[in-house]
């Protein structure tokens, strides 16, 4: 139980006190009703003895009596209604309310810490008052009148006479059958004689004649004159004097507000009330809410009679007459004992001292001693004669019944003159003047007697007041016998069926139990008396909301405190207190017990709490608090049903729709649903990209719609660091930062983003619902604060919380309905359209929130009157806001920002608007979706500004420049619209006659035509706009070839457009549009080239260095894309140095066709150029050769041929320098080995021009299309496109080896091969006749060639034999006669001829191939050995004739 402000052993004394009666004259009740008080009243404040009083006990003991007090009431006749208790009671608890600002104990249990009231003065005061009001009973004598004081007035006629009538109305109500009500003590009950005198008005003689004339009559001891009243009321207000009756009478006063009324809602007491004291909770102008019957005070209350708190309902019999308005002054803060000063005071103190010792405690002695002397006389007889005396005493009793029966009833009645009686009136008067010992031999002994005569109501009060006794006794002999209450309170509950006495016991007892910290047992006796069906009813909610809410201050104030019952308990309390009205305490329950269920995982139990606090609280009209309740369980990840959801949401918005009523002019409130995920909120800058329209196709820039990929985000960025890196001569300037154009939670968002004037802000929400519910957002948008920044350097900031209309500043777009439903994460999307330039803030989003109806329609009118007419019913809805707040990345750089958390900014919702840009868009025309490998297609692109400024500086910036080209300088820039270029080549061509088939046509170009020459970045190209230029809402129309990327697939290609503003803009330099081409390429031809030195030394010109190119060509389509047929029309050489002479195909075939997995080779003799051809090695002059197979040239020098095998050519050496470069160990290397390699290098580029044939949709198509293929070392393979890399696994070991760096010091065998160039000259056949001559002699010349620009020192071996057993078996052996060395020298690019002979001895097939020749450079050491002849055999044929 809480603590309380008395101790137990104050507590019952003052709860058990002597009971005086007072009968007032018309007249003396006037006098006091001059102060507004009644007599008993007057003396409330001074019922308490200040000092100790004597008295002797039946032993002749002295008996000391400590902080007596007796309480005075005036004679009710009628007993107290039920209903007028339960009223007082229910008003009592109302009124008392913890005080404001009350510091709570704070209880630490566990990992709880609790903030508890300590004490429970609503408890206190509904004991108080219980016990106070207890109706007198029969069976026990505690509340029965010991006395009655006389009053009359000193002005009355003949106020000794008037004291007569009042003796005989005394002697009429205690003695008359008539009156059954009220109880007295005993037959001759002690009259007192007051005699009032107003000391203001009367006459001081006359009072103190009639008091002597009194004194003769009655006697001095039962006679007192009190004068009052010594102050005219119209001082009142000169000097204060304190009021000791307010705090007696507030509780008058509560109990008074109603008592006069028709019925249980007429309230107008409370109306003209000043200070509202006591009104009920606040629930005085109560209507009916929310669908709750108000169903708390449904009963009237009709009192009889007024009521006194101090006692059983009293109050002087004429009040009910007195008008209703009179007792409601009470409760208008109206002064008490106006009249009366403090010597007034004292002298009623002293009164009630005089009536005490003169009157009272000797008339209690002498009471006590007769009813002892009866006892004793009593206990001398023997029991036999007892028993029958009995008998005969109790002639009046019940006839005799079963022991069972008489369980079933509360027993028999005593009649009042019983001896047991007499013993419990003895015990009870005992207890009134607190001498415990003998009061408890008392109760013991009535007890066994009750017991024995089955009169379990006597024998269940007889246990109680034992119990007590003993508990009080001074140096407690005996333990509190807790089993005598537990009986007690069984017999009164269960066989007397009397609650109200139940649970005094239960009171009593539990205070007790708590004073000796039997907590566990005092909250097990609360709750016992808490869950009856019993009885129903508000008086049964009321007890049982405080019993059990004592009970769980038991459970909290244990040694090891219970908190979980603690709160569970306080749930019940507050459950009850609610079934009783008692709406404050009922919010006050939950609120307490909710601090033990929050956080903890229990979600139903605290959506429940929290349901019911919201409820509560708006019961109340504390809206913030049901608000805040509703909220929180509309916030937490609710586990409730749906439909349970759905009901919590509508009494949310209910209850917020009356709150923002209140204040309609008031902040916008912040709403709980949905859930922002305000780190995925993204911004995008710019208009929405436009649909493909037909043919065209807009740029697929950058969308809100496009998922964030950091490795693409890296490669654009790095695009746009390649252009503007071009654009500032190749450094990237300091202050660069990428454009972002999207903004997100993965973007960089520590600078102020920059956004364009006139160009809408798109901002991406991100929305969920957690409810099962859907949830209708409508009338949606943005709020924002601009500060406009003006030139002149004004700055007026602007906040503009709803925008309505179009304002000149910002516009913003208002989604009228957006609509989440259950569970759902959903995006909005919401514009703002900046009109100035200025800093725009956006703070978050305004909306009203509402749910989902059924069809709202009333016989068949439609929508209701001021419903949401939309796509969606709206139910209800609040206009609200929820707040944008991104938390920006952690930071994690310093030491200091690793060791404490801290976050940067994130500004990606505050953009800074600045001055207009241009804004180009780029549209696609016949742009292709599938290309064959190598494929070449005619597009065109339309750049168009559609801004308000001039544009400039268009550049394209791509990874793969290889795949497309705008055309070089060759190219016409006017070119035929797209739709008359539909059937034509891609290529230039010339018409060409038959003749000149098999010899190539030269022509010649420089790289620089084809855009290759800006600097080292071949993939930044300038975009040939005419005048460089593009005026506002302006277009052009540019041609673009595109080639299928050579391996097969799909392939994403990124094109970046760079821009700039003509006029120079501060904040942004450039701009920029981005452009994904997504191509799937099919397979089409294979490619494969290689050259080799030609044998033949001399060609027509006379000059050595002839080269024969192989080409193989494999149809590798599966005609998947319904190609029947390669043909190709054209191979084209493209070398600085070499070009196609002819072919050298034996073939007469004109066309060269291959179906699908055919195959074709192809042999081309090539030539070096003229000296006047290949310039100097500096010269970017490219030689093209076109050997013809069709009827057509193909122009392959000029655009798109010559740009593609540009762009491959420049791609290819991008490769190889980014290989791990063999180049850096070259540096190292010796000339001569330098010397050596360049001997096998060749720079032979073929293009292979191909047309396929296609059937689509039943029409033929042609495509066309070229290969590449770049032969850089004779005798190497090449290929069209890049091999597979043979799996690395096997590869791992090389690299253990340490030797393999040196290994590359030297050059290989290859390029020492081909250093010198050797070759035989012999006839073929040889007629010998050997028959006649047995040796055949042949000559034989060997031509020796220095391929290199260097010295070389040669010298040649005949004397090898052969020693390869296959070489033996399929050739005859001969031999060389003659010098058999030689050493020579030859120089740079010599040629020498040696004259030899060789001689046979039979016929038959020889290899002459055998000379061996070595060779070094002059000033080297080392002699390496040329291995040509090796590989091409010299047969010759010995024939004998």
């Known amino acids: 139980m809480a603590q309380c402000v008395q101790s137990v052993q104050e507590l019952i004394p003052d709860s058990f006190v002597p009971c005086v009666a007072a009968l007032c004259s018309d007249e003396a009740e006037r006098l006091t009703r001059r102060n507004h008080l009644s007599f008993a009243e007057l003396l409330k404040p001074f019922s308490r003895l200040t000092s100790e009083v004597h008295m002797r006990d039946p032993n002749n003991q002295l008996h000391i009596i400590k902080n007596l007090k007796i309480a005075v009431s005036n004679i009710i006749t009628q007993p107290p209604q039920p209903g007028a208790i339960r009223k007082l009671l229910n008003d009592v608890v109302s009124a008392s309310q913890p005080a404001e600002g009350l510091v709570a104990n704070v209880i630490t249990a566990g990992d709880y810490d609790l903030n508890i009231s300590a004490t429970t003065p609503w408890f206190e005061s509904y004991r108080e008052t219980f016990l106070q009001s207890m109706p007198a009973s029969d069976h026990e004598f505690l509340n029965h009148y010991l006395a009655c004081m006389l009053v009359a007035s000193s002005s009355e006629a003949e106020p000794v006479e008037q004291f007569s009538k009042l003796s005989q109305e005394q002697h009429r109500i205690q003695h008359n059958s008539d009156y059954s009500y009220p109880k007295w003590f005993i037959p001759n009950t002690l009259k007192y004689y007051v005699l009032l005198h107003d000391v203001s008005a009367g006459d001081e003689q006359r009072a103190d004649s009639v008091y002597e004339e009194m004194k003769q009559k009655y006697g001095t001891q039962c006679c007192y004159l009190l004068k009052i009243n010594s102050r005219t009321s119209n001082r009142a207000s000169d000097e204060q004097i304190p009021d000791p009756w307010s705090q007696y009478l507030q509780k008058n006063s509560i109990q008074n507000q109603e008592s006069y009324e028709d019925g249980p809602y007429a309230i107008t007491a409370n109306k003209n009330s000043d200070s509202n004291l006591f009104s009920l909770d606040g629930l005085d102008n109560e209507v009916k809410v929310d669908g709750l019957p108000n169903n708390f005070r449904t009963h009237s209350l009709q009192l009889d009679q007024s009521s006194d708190p101090s006692n059983s309902f009293d109050g002087p019999d004429h009040v009910k007459s007195s008008s209703s308005h009179e007792t409601k002054k009470t409760n208008t803060g109206i002064i008490h004992g106006a009249c009366l000063t403090l010597t007034d005071h004292d002298r009623i103190r002293q009164f009630i001292q005089e009536f005490t010792f003169r009157g009272l405690l000797p008339h209690i002695e002498k009471t006590i001693r007769q009813l002892n002397d009866q006892l004793i006389s009593r206990k001398g007889l023997s029991r036999s004669l007892f028993s029958a005396t009995k008998k005969w005493f109790s002639g009046s009793k019940v006839p005799e019944k079963s022991i069972n029966e008489l369980k079933n009833t509360s027993g ?33 002994t009535a007890k066994k007697d009750f017991l024995n005569d089955q009169a379990m109501l006597y024998a269940a009060g007889a246990l109680e007041m034992a119990a007590v006794s003993a508990f009080l006794q001074p140096g407690a002999p005996r333990p509190y016998p807790a089993h005598y209450m537990d009986t007690a309170i069984q017999t009164y509950r269960d066989i007397c069926k009397n609650m109200v006495l139940a649970e005094r016991c239960v009171l ?99 959506d429940h709490i929290n349901f019911t606090i919201g409820r509560q609280s708006y019961t109340l009209r504390q809206l913030d608090n049901a608000v805040s309740a509703f909220r929180h369980i509309l916030i937490n990840e609710s586990k409730q049903s749906a439909p349970q959801q759905g009901a919590f949401l509508r009494e949310y918005l209910y209850v917020y729709k009356n709150v923002s009523q209140l204040s309609p002019d008031g902040p916008l409130p912040q709403l709980p649903l949905p859930y922002i995920n305000s780190s995925a909120t993204r911004l995008f800058f710019g208009h929405d990209r436009r649909p493909a329209d037909g043919e065209k196709q807009a740029a697929t820039h950058i969308s809100l719609d496009q998922e964030y990929d950091s490795e693409s985000s890296q490669q654009w960025r790095e695009l746009e660091e390649q252009v503007v890196a071009v654009v500032n001569k190749g450094v990237i300037p300091s202050n660069f930062h990428p454009i972002q154009y999207c903004l997100n939670s993965y973007s960089d968002n520590s600078r102020f983003p920059l956004a364009v004037v006139e160009e809408p802000i798109t901002v991406e929400v991100a929305f969920r619902n957690p409810l099962k519910v859907p949830l209708l957002l409508t009338d949606l948008s943005l709020l924002w604060k601009f500060q406009p920044k003006d030139f002149s350097g004004m700055d007026n900031e602007e906040v503009k919380e709803l925008v309505t209309g179009e304002p000149k500043m910002i516009g913003t777009e208002v989604v009228s309905e957006f609509l989440i439903n259950s569970e759902e994460s959903k995006v909005a999307r919401l514009k703002l359209f900046p009109h100035h330039i200025g800093e725009l803030h956006i703070l978050g989003v305004v909306y009203n929130l509402g749910t989902i109806q059924g069809s709202v329609t009333v016989d068949g009118i439609g929508a209701l009157p001021g419903c949401h007419t939309g796509k969606y019913s709206s139910s209800m809805s609040v206009r609200g806001r929820q707040d944008l707040e991104i938390q920006g990345p952690r930071l994690n750089n310093t030491k200091e920002e690793k060791t404490s958390i801290k976050y940067g900014p994130d500004r990606r919702l505050d953009p800074i608007i600045t001055e207009e840009m241009p804004l180009l868009e780029v549209f696609f025309i016949h742009f292709p979706t599938g290309l064959l490998c190598g494929e070449i297609r005619k597009a065109y692109v339309e750049f168009v500004n559609v801004s308000k400024c001039p544009l400039t500086g268009l550049k394209v910036v791509s990874k793969r420049p290889e795949f497309f080209t705008f055309g070089g300088n060759t190219a016409v820039l006017t070119p035929l619209s797209p739709s008359a270029s539909e059937n034509c080549s891609a290529y230039k061509t010339v018409v060409t006659e038959s003749t000149s088939m098999c010899t190539a046509l030269i022509s010649s170009a420089s790289s620089l035509d084809f855009g290759i020459g800006i600097g080292s970045q071949p993939e930044v190209i300038p975009v040939p706009l005419p005048d460089t230029v593009l005026l506002p809402g302006a277009s052009v129309q540019l041609p673009m070839w595109l080639r299928g990327p050579d391996e097969e697939g799909v392939h994403e290609i990124n094109f970046l457009f760079y821009y700039e503003s003509v006029k120079k803009q501060p904040k942004i330099r450039h701009r920029i549009l981005r452009h994904t081409a997504v191509i799937c390429t099919s397979r089409s031809l294979n490619v494969r080239a290689t050259v080799c030195r030609s044998n033949s030394l001399e060609d027509e010109e006379g000059r050595g260095g002839n080269m024969l190119v192989f080409v193989d060509v494999e149809n590798i389509n599966t005609s998947e894309a319904g190609v029947k047929e390669f043909h190709i029309v054209q191979v084209s050489s493209s070398s600085k140095h070499w070009k196609l002479q002819k072919s050298v195909n034996l073939s007469e075939n004109k066309d060269a066709k291959l179906a699908s997995r055919e195959k074709g080779k192809f042999c081309f003799k090539a030539v070096r150029c003229k000296e006047k051809e290949a310039v100097t090695q500096s010269s970017e002059k490219y030689t093209f050769a076109d050997i013809i197979f069709g009827n057509e040239q193909i122009v392959s020098s000029a655009s798109p041929c010559a740009d593609f095998f540009h762009r491959s050519l420049s791609s290819e050496l991008k490769k190889s320098r980014a290989q791990p470069s063999v180049h850096k160990v070259k ?84 390029q020492l091969s081909s250093l010198i160039k050797t070759s035989l000259h012999y006839p073929e056949s040889f007629n010998h006749p050997f028959h006649q001559k047995s040796l055949c002699f042949v000559p034989v010349t060997l031509l020796l060639s220095n391929c290199s620009k260097a010295d070389v020192d040669v010298i040649v071996d005949l004397r090898h034999k052969t020693t390869s057993p296959e070489a033996l078996e399929i050739h005859g052996s001969f031999t060389w006669l003659g010098q058999t060395q030689y050493k020579l020298q030859l120089k740079s690019q010599e040629i020498h001829s040696l004259q030899l002979k060789a001689c046979f001895v039979h016929t038959g097939v020889y290899n002459l191939g055998t000379p061996r020749v070595f060779a070094k450079l002059s000033d080297q050491v080392t002699v390496f050995e040329t291995n040509q002849q090796n590989s091409m055999p010299a047969l010759i044929i010995i024939n004998n004739v």
């Open 1227 to 1310: 540096q190292s290397l010796e000339d001569a080995v330098r010397v050596i390699q360049k001997c096998s290098e060749v720079d032979l580029n073929i293009v292979i021009l191909w047309k396929a044939y296609v059937v689509e949709d039943s029409k033929q198509l042609i495509l066309e299309g070229q290969h590449h293929v770049i032969l850089h070392t004779i005798g190497k393979e090449a290929f069209s496109y890049p091999q597979k890399q043979e799996p690395p696994e096997m590869e791992l070991l090389k690299f253990v080896r340490p030797e393999n760096t040196t290994v590359s010091s030297r050059p290989s065998v290859e």
């Open 508 to 606: 009593l007892s539990a205070e007790i139990l708590k004073s000796q910290s039997k907590y566990s047992e005092a909250a097990a006796l609360l709750i016992r008396l808490t869950s009856e069906n019993t009885w129903k009813g508000m008086d049964s909610d009321l007890r049982s909301a405080l019993l059990l809410e004592q009970a769980a201050h038991c459970f909290i104030n244990m040694k090891s405190p219970m908190v979980r019952k603690y709160a569970f308990h306080m749930i019940l309390a507050g459950h009850r207190f609610s079934k009783a009205g008692q709406k404050k305490h009922a919010l006050r329950c939950y609120c307490q017990a909710m601090q033990v269920y929050k956080g903890k995982g229990w979600s139903l139990a605290e």
């Open 412 to 444: 028999l009645l005593y009649p009042p003159e019983a001896p047991e009686l007499q013993i419990r009136k003895m015990a009870d008067l005992c207890f009134l003047v607190q001498h415990y010992d003998l009061a408890y031999s008392c109760y013991h």
